[in-house]
């Protein structure tokens, strides 16, 4: 919905406007039950087919929230698979790096070898196993699916839905959004002391931008017309949401801003040109728009900018503690203006997520303290609240 700035009130949505809980954030018991209820239930974004374009490209990595090591590749055939990276013998993992080109999977420890498929190839002396068929020990399967480039897996065998059906009412909403013109220019990880509701909170408003980012970006998204960063549009789904940041048409680009604005897109610059958009984007046609943000539950957010998007992901390892993954993406530099206008977005979204990580890490070694029950939001954080309404609905299903 279109909001008018200083006017809207949210509370016909259903969400209330009473104090949120705290304790989800700090809970032990609740992050098992949002592990066991939503992690190992959910369709989960673990990359894009980018990351792996030939047959034989794999990458690996140990999801702590599920406590398993999950291996997406690519086959001989051109499908994207993913599996458990256990050996089916003894449990041994097969792959020893976490990106590469294979022709299989070679077992380390006695040597028994799988295909692109997963299926199991050779048992090196087969003769000493009694009555054994290999087709009964091909690797443990993962579903897999692919929305828009994005690669999504879902360790539940006994899901329910799709992911056409999970992505539900955002399906198709970017589909002309051209992710796959795009590549990283910048990444970022780090592992942070919060609970992962808490970074993904500040990540889904914009209500601190003036006080927390003020030397960083002290009017690009704030000015005489919007002083408090307000959003100017969101739409809330079943379980996902996205939002509207407002660009401030004023803003006074520096030096560096002008230059970087001068050789290609900028993760700053405001577009008041709707028309040149793709239609999904600014559905609302804000006049002075920065960029939207999707928030795909349960642990994705995207933002898509004119000519550039970046990925959030906040994988759980503990109530505390979180793998934090972020990508940059844009059209691959041909010149050298291009790169160093790049570098600036790159250099830019690191000073504001730094701030970001900082302030995290404080709140939750504030609330862990338990002196704090309940947080009051405003309409401003309206996403949040709708965050918090679907974790625990799915953490309150049988
Ligand atoms: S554990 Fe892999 S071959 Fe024995
Ligand atoms: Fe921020």
Redesign the pocket.
Known sequence: MATEFGKTTFTGLGLGNEPVPIEPNVSAAYFEREREKIFKRSWLCVGRVEDIPRGGDFVSTHLDVLGARIVVVRGADGQVRAFYDI?R????RLTKACKGNTHGFV?G????AYDLAGNLARIPDQDQFHGIDKSDYGLKAIASDVWNGFIFINVDPARTETLEEFMAEVFSILDEIKFETMRPAGSYAARVNVNWKVFMDVTQEAYHVPFLHKNIVPDSNTGKGNPFCRIPSFRLYERHRSSTMYANPDHKPTAAESLAYKYGPTVLEPTTAAGALPSCLNPDRVPSWGFDSYVIFPNLIIHIGNGWYITHQFWPVAVDRIYWEFKLYMSPATTPGEKISQEFSKVLARDLTREDLFLVEQVQSSISTGVLTHMPLSDQEILLRHGYKVVDEWVQRD
């Open positions: 050996c013998h003894r449990g041994n077992c420890f006695h040597g028994w």
